[in-house]
């Protein structure tokens, strides 16, 4: 049966190193997943994910419900067998890219940046029983309630499924985002009520907190979410308008939730954010941010001050005869290309620069994380959250052996 | 010093098997050779041409001129290193990229397929001196002689250059391809003039063989070819309308072509189109097929009757459940992969689809090549060929051990 253990706590911090146990495998906690959010990760094979270090990615259930359609991937063996991937999968619920639509641009208002010139479709309507909406892909009509999402991510038997929630956006009244944590609070009753009579039993539900940028709201949410039956917590929508704030939410939220449910906070995943968010004692993180800054050509690299990131599209790598990072035992870095080359494949918009940049990205984080975990478990978390913060590569963090 | 040893010979055609020697090393032949034409294998890693099997690449001279430029990649430390391929390398020599802008839709007449809407550039000006044209990526007017292209291949350090020739296109008059295999001898002539005072001492420069579809001008250029101190000999240009008459063309030519000598068959890389060349005594072959089919979609398969290929883009492998060719060994297949995954991943236009296809079509022609090679050093290549041309699998051209 699925299960969850904590297995180190850092004094100093809520900060947990443990194990989640699910339907196909174990995920080291804290942990971040790579979002394969149309049963892909964008530029690689889901598989790869494996060879990296990773025991979880991230499904879709909007994207994966309008295209190939759940249906067709349950016929096929179930969303696993149709990515090539045996170990576990979290899918996501689809509230936020129903709302995404919805609300306009409440996505770019969430993660604080444009929408990249993505298609988003259009809501129709939005009512207690679900939500109506055209289809990105051929304009037909749609409709997703909780019951549907539920459906869906039974159908891809995924072992973590998310509820379906109203992702709040942020320009919203008070009033408006306490009517609509109240409809996520009544949405989560119907997931878990459908989950309990036709859910697969091994897949575990995890509920959303939601409550916005208000500490009464947000700590209300998590009470309430915390007392459902739900198998872990996750934390979404609107986490304010900086970092500051939304370490301060977060904070609010895990404040409430109890110690021994595994906690995962949705589409957050820069380098900052996930030592901040291992310290409020957040378990898993799952971020489009290492895949898509690689498509556009961006590598992470340890350096705080430059967002930890190195855009090698810029014109100053055109001769640059370094690798992209100095000791980085990622693929990409070994194998000894330069930034030189990279720049020139980006230039000539060959599909090999997004993938290998996507590979040294997911390594990088994958690497910290697995880092991090080592650092509870030895009692040195906050010499390596430090370290890190300063500049450190994430091999950087354990100390030498001596 | 480079050099080339024949092995074995099939005693009831011009088949041979050897090894070619060149600078970074060794290649067993015939083999095809991947097109790695702007520093890297679309969609995947040059490197991966090793895993695969392959002993050497073909860069392109053309392209790299104009971008990132060979002096850069000189400063780079050449080709080699730029692209991280420690193996051979062929280049081709920039003649059939200007004269395709020149002769507008000479490409199309002599692959016999549309453009793909690729942007070309145009010629200014084609003289004895050389080919003044636009760059198709800025516009930039640019010069390139024989010299030039020559200079070029030096520069990336090529393990074989091939002399810059004209292209002759196919709707000409016979008038007009006298007229340019003259010029295409006399530039042969300027390449190894070149070649011989500043060219790289361990470079192997490749004659071309034009002549166009008229049997005495092939051959008389082979024999002015074959006549001049060229380490190997390619066969290029108009080779006919259809598949009889290419092979018609290339035994004439290789009928005056000495047996101690490498010979090239440029841009031809179908499945029939190998098992013939191989037979007509071809060594080495380069071709976009592979890597293009790849892109678009479509998978090599052993089914002469339909070109050797698959179009998985087709809707009726929406919920195909087998994989893209039963028992085939490539990293695609093995990973047990569906037509309907490789299905929903075309149409979702995910690059993941591309790249597993571009290893399968790459993987399958490998083998066929190394199975070629065994069976002419075991004296069954009659047996292997009629085989394959039956809907053999490279795989299956072997006989059973017992």
Same mark, same amino acid.
């Given at each position: 049966?699925?299960?969850?253990?904590?297995?180190?706590?850092?004094?100093?911090?809520?900060?947990?190193?443990?194990?989640?146990?699910?339907?196909?495998?174990?995920?080291?906690?804290?942990?971040?997943?790579?979002?394969?959010?149309?049963?892909?990760?964008?530029?690689?094979?889901?598989?790869?994910?494996?060879?990296?270090?990773?025991?979880?990615?991230?499904?879709?259930?909007?994207?994966?419900?309008?295209?190939?359609?759940?249906?067709?991937?349950?016929?096929?063996?179930?969303?696993?067998?149709?990515?090539?991937?045996?170990?576990?999968?979290?899918?996501?619920?689809?509230?936020?890219?129903?709302?995404?639509?919805?609300?306009?641009? /409440? +996505?770019?208002?969430?993660? !604080?940046?444009? &929408?990249? =010139?993505?298609?988003? #479709?259009?809501?129709?309507?939005?009512?207690? %029983?679900?939500?109506?909406?055209?289809?990105?892909?051929?304009?037909?009509?749609?409709?997703?309630?909780?019951?549907?999402?539920?459906?869906?991510?039974?159908?891809?038997?995924?072992?973590?499924?998310?509820?379906?929630?109203?992702?709040?956006?942020?320009?919203?009244?008070?009033?408006?985002?306490?009517?609509?944590?109240?409809?996520?609070?009544?949405?989560?009753?119907?997931?878990?009520?459908?989950?309990?009579?036709?859910?697969?039993?091994?897949?575990?539900?995890?509920?959303?907190?939601?409550?916005?940028?208000?500490?009464?709201?947000?700590?209300?949410?998590?009470?309430? /979410? +915390?007392?459902?039956?739900? !198998?872990?917590? &996750?934390? =979404?929508?609107?986490? #304010?308008?900086?970092?500051?704030?939304?370490? %301060?939410?977060?904070?609010?939220?895990?404040?409430?939730?109890?110690?021994?449910?595994?906690?995962?906070?949705?589409?957050?995943?820069?380098?900052?954010?996930?030592?901040?968010?291992?310290?409020?004692?957040?378990?898993?993180?799952?971020?489009?941010?290492?895949?898509?800054?690689?498509?556009?050509?961006?590598?992470?690299?340890?350096?705080?001050?430059?967002?930890?990131?190195?855009?090698?599209?810029?014109?100053?790598?055109?001769?640059?005869?370094?690798?992209?990072?100095?000791?980085?035992?990622?693929?990409?870095?070994?194998?000894?290309?330069?930034?030189?080359?990279?720049?020139?494949?980006?230039?000539?918009?060959?599909?090999? &620069?997004?993938?290998?940049?996507?590979?040294?990205?997911?390594?990088?984080?994958?690497?910290?994380?697995?880092?991090?975990?080592?650092?509870?478990?030895?009692?040195?978390?906050?010499?390596?959250?430090?370290?890190?913060?300063?500049?450190?590569?994430?091999?950087?963090?354990?100390?030498?052996?001596?």
């Amino acid at each position: 049966m699925p299960g969850f253990e904590i297995h180190h706590r850092d004094p100093a911090s809520r900060a947990r190193a443990g194990t989640l146990r699910l339907a196909h495998g174990e995920v080291a906690t804290p942990a971040f997943v790579p979002l394969a959010t149309k049963a892909v990760i964008k530029t690689l094979e889901v598989g790869e994910a494996a060879e990296l270090g990773y025991d979880m990615v991230l499904g879709n259930t909007f994207h994966l419900f309008l295209s190939p359609g759940h249906e067709l991937i349950r016929r096929m063996g179930g969303l696993h067998r149709f990515m090539g991937w045996e170990r576990p999968v979290i899918t996501d619920s689809g509230g936020f890219q129903v709302f995404s639509m919805g609300h306009g641009t /409440v +996505a770019d208002e969430i993660k !604080g940046r444009q &929408a990249h =010139g993505e298609r988003t #479709g259009s809501v129709l309507e939005i009512a207690e %029983e679900g939500v109506r909406f055209r289809s990105y892909l051929d304009g037909s009509e749609r409709f997703m309630a909780p019951e549907t999402s539920m459906e869906v991510q039974a159908a891809l038997g995924s072992d973590i499924a998310l509820v379906f929630d109203e992702c709040t956006p942020f320009n919203v009244t008070r009033e408006y985002t306490a009517r609509s944590t109240e409809r996520t609070h009544r949405w989560l009753d119907r997931c878990l009520a459908w989950h309990e009579r036709h859910g697969p039993p091994d897949q575990v539900v995890y509920g959303i907190v939601q409550g916005g940028v208000e500490e009464d709201l947000r700590r209300a949410s998590a009470q309430a /979410v +915390a007392a459902r039956a739900c !198998g872990g917590i &996750a934390i =979404g929508g609107t986490l #304010g308008e900086d970092k500051a704030q939304m370490y %301060e939410v977060v904070g609010w939220a895990v404040a409430e939730l109890p110690e021994e449910r595994p906690r995962h906070l949705l589409g957050i995943g820069e380098v900052d954010d996930l030592l901040r968010g291992v310290e409020l004692g957040m378990d898993t993180f799952d971020c489009a941010m290492p895949t898509r800054l690689g498509r556009h050509g961006m590598a992470i690299v340890p350096d705080p001050g430059a967002r930890w990131r190195v855009d090698l599209a810029k014109g100053r790598y055109r001769e640059a005869d370094e690798p992209v990072l100095e000791g980085c035992p990622c693929a990409a870095c070994a194998a000894g290309y330069s930034r030189a080359y990279l720049h020139y494949l980006l230039k000539a918009r060959e599909s090999t &620069a997004a993938r290998l940049l996507t590979l040294h990205n997911l390594a990088y984080l994958q690497r910290l994380m697995a880092e991090l975990r080592a650092a509870i478990a030895a009692g040195r978390f906050a010499e390596a959250t430090a370290a890190a913060r300063a500049g450190a590569a994430p091999w950087e963090l354990a100390p030498a052996l001596s």
